[in-house]
């Protein structure tokens, strides 16, 4: 399959060249994948599908434009090209969107990144889904109203060839199983709660009972939920949920929010941004890590980041094209494996040292501006006064700025989310605005 995605990529890039385009980057995909769902003991859902695709960059007297289909037969291909550097030549110049030099492109040596589950298992989603929602079922007793297991897995090929002679090809696996829950409250009330895992490699999953326990005790710990007296003070953000916090951060760290000045992180390169005890890695030669990669979009090699470090920004991220019209050195536009180093304490730990504490185990809506900073995140989780759970907290709103909560990062758990591209332990934030009754 790579051989053959390589080679369609190539014609591409033939074709174009042949046509009049400068410079070219061609991108081609194949992917399968399987998502079952099961309610109460009945299939809801059952997707199988399978895609193959390609996109063509193209840069056409110093015009740019991308173009996708799914059609990779060869004169489909030929028609498509031709209208697409038609189009292309409406444009307006944009000389900044020409290809890197060739010399600072390539893959980043590593050892295995293993991103391909070798057994490739033969899964018989029936069973796996019923085993997923009847172990769910059997692990609430009481006020459940239903239960709904759910599993996938999939694999995908890719590759990309560059005009200038950068050519790689990409292959990946998943596998995921979780479950989800509404129970019966008073009042007519339907909490819900959810868990789920997904990883490279099948054999990587927690068990199922582990799951299942996980949904049961968050389905019971929202039993009785609701607000609690708007204070201010501390928060401890579950490590399964903190790639929301932990996304706030980063979104504005973009090339494209810096040069379009929709960011506050503009004026803050090299300046602290977080309390001193907060670091963000970025690690994408993490083995079997859900982001790992050995080159970017652009075909530049990756390499680890730090991107916040004991507190100060390092580092934006830069594109080549964002990286020129800012005029400094790219960074690398994206991320991959996101990675908070854990503490040495346990959540339960940590917990007990506070006399007041929200632990959050769900966000509910809300939003962030990248421009300013500011949030307002609706949350869920439970109260606790030195180390007990006093209440099941709901129809709460955290409200503030972004700087202000990274500022009173306090610690991290010893209990890092292993299952997702954000690897972060649970983090520990004070004074937080929290606003309820």
Known sequence: ????????????????????????????SHGTYTDVKQRDGSIEKWQDSQSRSASAA?????????????????????????????????????????????????????????????SEPKIDHRTWVDEMQQATTAAIPKNLRSVEGFVWSGSSASAMVTSN?????????????????????IGGKLPEAYDYALARHHNDLPSIASIAESVAQRGAGQLGSGPVTSRRGAMLVENRVASRIIGTLVGPMSGASIFEQRSCMADKLGTQIAASGFNLIDMPHMVRGLGSATHDGDGIPTTQ??????????????????????ERPPTSGGTSNLVVPPGKRSTDEILADHDWTIKVDGFLGGNSNAATGKYSFGIRGTLYEKGVAISAVSEMN?????FDLMGGFIEAANDPWMYGATQSPSLLFDAVQFSGQ
């Open 165 to 185: 002679g950068f050519a790689s090809t990409t292959a990946t696996t998943e596998y995921g199983q979780g479950a989800e829950v509404s129970m019966e409250d």
């Open 305 to 326: 980041r730090h991107l916040v470090e004991n507190g100060v920004l390092n580092q934006w991220l830069i594109n080549i094209y964002y990286g020129r019209k800012l």
């Open 1 to 28: 399959m790579s051989n053959d995605l390589i080679d369609a990529a190539a014609m591409i890039v033939e074709m174009a060249q042949s046509m009049g385009a400068s410079e070219v980057t061609a991108f081609t």
């Open 58 to 118: 193209l840069f056409v007297d110093e015009r740019f434009s991308v173009h996708s289909t799914n059609d990779l037969r060869p004169q489909a291909l030929k028609a498509f090209i031709h209208r697409a550097i038609e189009a292309t030549r409406h444009l307006e110049p944009d000389p900044n969107r020409r290809l890197p030099d060739a010399s600072i492109m390539g893959e980043a040596k590593t050892s295995g990144l293993e991103l391909v589950d070798p």
């Open 398 to 402: 955290i409200t503030g700025s972004i």
